[in-house]
């Protein structure tokens, strides 16, 4: 898949900046619909200083994306694997918040040589130590 990672980060970094300057909502996950279209017309500010041909050229190379993510969300069901990655995402946290919460009353933190990384561990019944992450 082609898509330019640019295009996606600068789409979502923008639309967040400006919900959270209007109304502070957060939007965590940009479908791949939502994505169609963007800077096809006109570019993103940082642009404006570049030589008039270099923007048309990235104007026409936006398009072309453009025109096969949409392929992509038609034929290959770009949309269903965004659902599915989304939501395995979502149960993998769930699971793992879950099971931090549950063993919060017998978790115990050890940390790394320089203390800027924190590991949590479990007892087990036969006493010994197990990560919360398999790490």
């Known amino acids: 898949m082609s ?3 640019y295009r996606i980060t600068t789409w979502t970094s923008s639309a967040n900046c400006e919900a959270e300057q209007s109304d502070k909502t957060f939007r965590p996950y940009v479908k791949p619909s939502d994505i169609l279209g963007v800077f096809t017309e006109s570019l993103d ?17 936006m398009k072309a994306e453009d025109s096969k993510l949409k392929t992509f969300i038609d034929k290959a069901q770009l949309e ?7 939501d395995c ?3 993998t946290v769930a699971n793992a918040y879950n099971q931090i919460t549950k ?32 790490v």
């Open 103 to 134: 063993a919060s009353e017998t978790v115990e933190t050890a940390t790394n040589g320089n203390g800027s990384a924190k590991l949590l561990f479990t007892r087990r019944d036969d006493g010994s130590r197990t990560s919360l992450f398999g």
């Open 89 to 91: 995402a979502e149960s």
């Open 3 to 5: 898509v330019s990672f």
């Open 80 to 86: 269903a694997w965004y659902r599915t990655t989304r």
């Open 45 to 61: 500010s940082r642009f404006d200083d570049m030589d008039e041909s270099f923007r048309h050229k990235l104007l026409d190379v």
